[in-house]
């Protein structure tokens, strides 16, 4: 059963120019997610798909594998993990005969994960064969059902409906307990990448975390620096 860690990593963010390799610690954010793969037990190959040559050449001396650069028509702003993940297997399958059963998504915005829960990750979704995928989680600050969404005209309607009657107007400890995707960790079947054409299947583990370290914005950055510079004293 192969398992291979795909890591996206495009040029062109917005928020934060060439955000993929910004320092954290002294360190690209790509190569954080690069050692976190090669570190793992259960990874027995980490891919980086870019479509940056420079990126390329980094990801390459921190040992990662870039068998292929990335067309650009998936490297925009609204290109998804499903397109980027469908073209390396098809890319993998027709040059290298390769079919891995497991892909792992470690995204480079996430620099603070521990290998131990890459590899809990995994290994639910090698034992659990009834999962189509295993999403790492952490428990939402705001609940969804006090959330809505707004009509031209100005009217609202609630973004949860018809599951508990006047859930907007209960308390919040009577509503029930939900998760946030915190994008540290997925693993998938590639059958459901391939064959169901989605990124998380029918049926999804939840894998509980507490922390959040998702890079979006400077202040993302920031606060990945200082938690970092925190661990290792």
């Given at each position: 059963?192969?398992?291979?860690?795909?890591?996206?990593?495009?040029?062109?963010?917005?928020?934060?120019?060439?955000?993929?390799?910004?320092?954290?610690?002294?360190?690209?954010?790509?190569?954080?997610?690069?050692?976190?793969?090669?570190?793992?037990?259960?990874?027995?190959?980490?891919?980086?798909?870019?479509?940056?040559?420079?990126?390329?050449?980094?990801?390459?001396?921190?040992?990662?594998?870039?068998?292929?650069?990335?067309?650009?028509?998936?490297?925009?702003?609204?290109?998804?993990?499903?397109?980027?993940?469908?073209?390396?297997?098809?890319?993998?399958?027709?040059?290298?005969?390769?079919?891995?059963?497991?892909?792992?998504?470690?995204?480079?915005?996430?620099?603070?994960?521990?290998?131990?829960?890459?590899?809990?990750?995994?290994?639910?979704?090698?034992?659990?064969?009834?999962?189509?995928?295993?999403?790492?989680?952490?428990?939402?600050?705001?609940?969804?059902?006090?959330?809505?969404?707004?009509?031209?005209?100005?009217?609202?309607?609630?973004?949860?409906?018809?599951?508990?009657?006047?859930?907007?107007?209960?308390?919040?400890?009577?509503?029930?307990?939900t998760y946030l995707q915190n994008a540290c960790i997925d693993a998938?079947?590639?059958?459901?990448?391939?064959?169901k054409d989605s990124m998380s299947g029918d049926t999804i583990y939840?894998?509980?975390?507490?922390?959040?370290?998702?890079?979006?914005?400077?202040?993302?950055?920031?606060?990945?620096?200082?938690?970092?510079?925190?661990?290792?004293?």
């Amino acid at each position: 059963m192969g398992v291979l860690a795909i890591i996206p990593a495009r040029a062109g963010s917005k928020t934060i120019r060439h955000k993929n390799i910004q320092l954290v610690g002294g360190k690209p954010l790509i190569v954080h997610s690069i050692e976190h793969g090669l570190k793992s037990g259960l990874i027995d190959r980490v891919i980086v798909s870019t479509d940056s040559e420079e990126y390329a050449e980094l990801a390459r001396a921190a040992g990662a594998e870039v068998p292929f650069m990335r067309p650009e028509e998936l490297a925009g702003d609204l290109s998804t993990d499903l397109e980027t993940f469908k073209h390396a297997l098809e890319w993998l399958k027709e040059h290298e005969d390769y079919h891995p059963e497991i892909c792992v998504n470690l995204r480079p915005t996430f620099p603070l994960r521990k290998i131990e829960d890459v590899d809990a990750v995994v290994a639910l979704l090698k034992d659990q064969e009834n999962l189509d995928s295993v999403r790492s989680v952490v428990p939402a600050l705001h609940t969804p059902y006090k959330m809505w969404f707004t009509d031209a005209d100005g009217t609202l309607k609630p973004i949860i409906e018809h599951d508990i009657d006047d859930a907007h107007n209960l308390p919040r400890q009577a509503l029930p307990k939900t998760y946030l995707q915190n994008a540290c960790i997925d693993a998938v079947r590639s059958s459901v990448i391939l064959e169901k054409d989605s990124m998380s299947g029918d049926t999804i583990y939840g894998y509980h975390m507490e922390d959040f370290f998702d890079i979006d914005t400077p202040e993302d950055l920031k606060r990945a620096n200082e938690a970092l510079s925190l661990l290792l004293k």
